[in-house]
């Protein structure tokens, strides 16, 4: 018997589209972050960037539940002196929703450099259109 380990030159790649009208944000971000790993992959090696391409449309449709709308914060800081910037998510859902998907998909991938290649990945629109249609993605439902 012998068993194989994959790396980043010998496994093949997929599209994949995620719709996320109507989602929940945190439920869907945890499958993206496997599918972009490669957990649902037979091919999966905890060690190499063996996960698919995610294309993610119809962000600014997501849902939050309880009251995360007007109390999950959203923080960064410019690096100047006092640069704190915070935004409510309700805000941030009217400015700009793929921030929201990214950080939270972001939270679920390793850290270091494994992690920012998977991330690299991950392309996230608001509406419904996206410029890969040239790479015949596939879409994925995420049912409960």
Do not use: C
């Not at 018997?1 to 719709?19: A, Q, Y």
């Not at 009251?67 to 100047?80: C, E, S």
């Not at 704190?84 to 941030?92: C, D, I, N, R, T």
Request: proline share 6%.
């Amino acid at each position: 018997m012998k068993t194989d380990s994959f790396n980043h030159t010998n496994v093949d790649r997929n599209w994949v589209v995620v719709d996320l009208a109507g989602q929940t944000l945190g439920r869907v971000a945890s499958r993206i972050a496997a599918i972009l790993r490669g957990k649902t992959k037979p091919t999966f090696t905890p060690f190499a960037d063996v996960g698919d391409f995610v294309v993610v449309v119809n962000s600014d449709k997501l849902v939050l539940t309880g009251n995360k709308l007007g109390q999950k914060i959203y923080r960064h800081h410019t690096t100047f002196p006092g640069g704190l910037k915070e935004v409510v998510a309700s805000k941030q859902l009217a400015k700009d929703s793929t921030v929201m998907v990214e950080r939270a998909v972001k939270g679920m991938l390793p850290r270091g450099p494994l992690g920012r290649s998977m991330l690299r990945k991950l392309k996230v629109y608001k509406g419904a259109e996206h410029p890969h249609a040239a790479q015949q993605p596939t879409p994925v439902s995420f049912t409960r």
